[in-house]
């Protein structure tokens, strides 16, 4: 099992930057990949970003490529969301997700922590 709690959430005006944490503990060693995924009011779960465990590679959506950076401390075992230049657009609750093998199902979720960037 796989346990995932984000945090760094929050209210942040247009053009500015919050970075979002995401704590992973239980069988660490099983996790190929982690990501982050965004839901808006009304709309389906979009991916976002994701870094692969063990070589930190990374990918993004279009969306947010050249705004958004997704690193890990594996000291720590957390994996961040560095976000900057919001836009209202951005607005949505942000989840943590990890899978045990690349291309296949995320497995795990945490609870999700909300983004909100007024209009």
């Known amino acids: 099992q796989v346990q995932l709690v984000e945090s760094g959430g929050g209210l942040v005006q247009p053009g500015g930057s919050l970075r979002l944490s995401c704590s992973v503990s239980?069988?660490?060693?099983?996790?190929?990949?982690c990501g982050w995924f965004r839901q808006a009011p009304g709309k389906v779960r979009d991916f976002v970003a994701h870094?692969?465990?063990?070589?930190?590679?990374?990918y993004y959506a279009n969306s947010v490529k050249g705004r958004f950076t997704i690193s890990k401390d594996n000291a720590k075992n957390t994996v961040y969301l560095q976000m900057n230049s919001l836009k209202p657009e951005d607005t949505a609750v942000y989840y943590c997700?990890?899978?045990?093998?690349?291309?296949?199902?995320?497995?795990?979720w945490g609870q999700g922590t909300q983004v909100t960037v007024p209009s």
């Open positions: 870094i692969t465990w063990s070589s930190g590679s990374t």
């Open positions: 239980g069988n660490i060693f099983s996790i190929n990949t």
């Open positions: 997700a990890a899978r045990l093998a690349s291309a296949s199902r995320w497995n795990y």
